[in-house]
């Protein structure tokens, strides 16, 4: 597969898993994988995942507005380059968000996010 | 250096290299057709990445284009290989404007 369509796959099954259940990034992320998360840095797939589960929303929408890919130097690797507008339940307006992801393949064949940051762009 | 303090050194010589003289940079870059503009960089991150003390680097900020009242504003990443020198070289650099 080539690497835009690769990219695109992932960030729609990232955020798809993201808007309906977040539980299920953990098998995303490994214990090596760190996520800055608004300048908060955090390490491991447990405890990404128990602060992406924590943030205090219940619902949001993520709507992807540009995607951008190239292979990152080591085997096969990529980095994910992503805005969009994300959308809280009950808010009228959306947020705007830059992402970049570092994946990694898998022996399985698959990837696994390495290096997550994430910056909500306020305006 | 701590990795947060190199890329900050790096993310202040790239912009401010840019800022002043394009021709530093890659080709492509010395072509764009305004005659100035200013980088202000609103926030820095940076993770160490997969390979020998490379590093990520996530940057957004403003862009003041001359001629222009509001700037645009604009994420950037880049990934950085060190060199045998001890320095850094661009591997990857992915620039996205956020427009409103």
Redesign the interface.
């Known amino acids: 597969m080539d690497p835009d369509a690769l990219a695109k796959a992932f960030v729609e099954h990232y955020y798809s898993t993201f808007d309906t259940n977040r539980n299920n990034l953990a098998n995303l992320y490994q214990e090596g994988s ?1 996520l ?1 998360f608004e ?1 908060q ?1 955090i390490q491991g797939s447990h405890n990404i995942v128990a602060k992406l589960t924590s943030l205090p929303f219940q619902q949001c929408q993520h709507s992807i ?2 995607v ?1 890919s ?1 292979p ?3 085997n096969a ?1 990529m ?1 994910v ?1 992503v ?1 969009g507008n994300l959308q809280l339940a009950g808010e009228q307006h959306a947020l ?1 968000f ?1 992402q ?1 992801f ?1 994946l ?1 393949p898998t022996p399985q064949g698959s990837y696994y996010v ?2 997550d ?1 994430f ?1 909500l ?3």
């Open positions: 760190m800055s300048g840095k507005t540009t951008d190239q990152s130097g080591v690797a980095l380059f805005s705007k830059s970049m570092h990694i390495l290096n940051i910056r762009n306020y305006a």
